[in-house]
């Protein structure tokens, strides 16, 4: 998978807060693979180089208002241009190889009925982090087989970082998640709007930095599942 220079505007929304090992390289190979594209990096006030190295490397870079990845990732879809027709979200953690994400762009282009299309991390060839044993796979696991379930929306990675979302279904949502579970939400968003969800398989890399997912936050993800399946 080649580079890409769209003619279509397409923005790139990162929720940091403390990633300085990790923003570099995130930004460095997304600018190699995305040329042209607008990135936006919604810090969490990081108390260490992180928002220096993002403005170094040119990126628009805003302090966030409120706290959480939901929030951070809804102050930058405020801050996409009007034109934007593709946002890109991406951990900051240079887990997610930017490589997948101009063929992830050409199945919203070739399929007007797909309005997400989510990196799988565990279908992929080479993964460093998949592992029966790693109580964070195996939590995944869990929460992809209640999703099916309780909502019928069938994922194998429906937690995944990596994903492109069509603008227009994110026009008009304003998230009541405001951390980890956000992207429970959104998977809920697009199919009620009568969109598919389509999965690729992706190769994932052992992060760089500090992990901030917790036992806890497991708990508010499924909360936000069972929440959001039984509400209208």
Not at 48 to 54: G, K, L, Q, S
Not at 186 to 209: C, H, K, Q
Request: charged share 25%; glycine share 10%.
């Amino acid at each position: 998978m080649g580079r890409g220079n769209y003619k279509s505007p397409i923005s790139v929304v990162i929720a940091t807060l403390n990633e300085e090992e990790g923003i570099g390289p995130t930004l460095e190979e997304l600018q190699r693979v995305l040329i042209g594209s607008c990135f936006i990096v919604v810090d969490g006030n990081s108390v260490d180089r992180t928002v220096e190295i993002a403005k170094n490397l040119g990126a628009n870079v805003s302090l966030q208002d409120g706290v959480g990845k939901g929030d951070a990732m809804f102050q930058g879809i405020r801050e996409c241009n009007p034109t934007t027709r593709y946002v890109v979200f991406i951990d900051a953690d240079y887990t997610y190889p930017a490589q997948y994400i101009p063929k992830m762009l050409s199945v919203l282009d070739s399929y007007p009925d797909v309005g997400m299309v989510i990196g799988d991390r565990f279908s992929g060839s080479q993964n460093s982090d998949k592992s029966s044993v790693n109580i964070f796979y195996i939590g995944n696991r869990l929460i992809a087989a209640i999703h099916y379930l309780i909502n019928g929306i069938r994922l194998n990675d429906p937690l995944s970082g990596l994903r492109v979302v069509r603008a227009e279904l994110l026009n008009r949502w304003k998230p009541k998640s405001k951390g980890f579970d956000v992207e429970a939400e959104l998977n809920f968003v697009v199919e009620r709007s009568g969109y598919r969800i389509v999965e690729i398989p992706i190769d994932y890399r052992l992060r760089l930095g500090k992990k901030k997912l917790r036992l806890r936050h497991g708990l508010g993800i499924l909360m936000r599942v069972f929440t959001e399946s039984f509400s209208l």
